[in-house]
């Protein structure tokens, strides 16, 4: 997994990807879609951007979760529910590069004293974004 400098911004896990932008949304959508993972929403900033007569680089946010996973740790506190369902950004850099970011899903529950130990679901949720990260960084 080939991390890039966006890693300096506190939760955020940024991985690089070999395919373009919108050959990784597809990959991730795919695999998402195998994992009978719930793709609740794909944004798609740059053609929002391009409606309003705005340049802006390949920028795509995957909202997706699973209800089972997701309603534990707001179970300990709701307010989490700001932070779920889980998202992806898939961009491209100033050089061309396809990139994608994700929030920790430890880091997010850590914001409202909900550990591991309190939710184990959140080892299962870490371990799904690593995997989509990974996964889309070895993608050919």
């Given amino acids: 997994m080939s991390e890039v400098g966006g890693n300096d911004v506190s939760g955020l896990v940024t991985v690089g ?4 932008a919108a050959a990784t949304v597809h990959w991730l959508e795919t695999t998402l879609a195998a ?7 794909k944004v798609d ?6 409606a309003v007569g705005l340049a802006l680089r390949p920028t795509t946010v995957l909202i997706f979760g699973n209800a089972q996973a997701g309603t534990k740790p707001m179970q300990i ?9 889980l998202k992806m950004l898939v961009w491209t850099g100033e050089d061309g590069k ?10 997010i529950a850590a914001r409202y004293g909900i550990t591991p130990e ?3 679901v959140l080892t299962a ?5 690593k995997g989509l990260a990974e996964g889309a960084a070895a993608a050919r």
């Fill in 77 to 85: 506190d709701q307010r989490m529910g700001i932070d779920l369902p």
């Fill in 98 to 107: 396809t990139h994608v970011s994700y929030n920790d899903p430890a880091w």
């Fill in 45 to 50: 900033h740059a053609a929002n951007a391009e």
């Fill in 35 to 41: 994992k009978g993972v719930t793709v609740f929403a």
């Fill in 118 to 120: 309190t939710a184990p």
């Fill in 125 to 129: 949720m870490q371990g799904m974004m």
């Fill in 17 to 20: 990807s070999p395919l373009d």
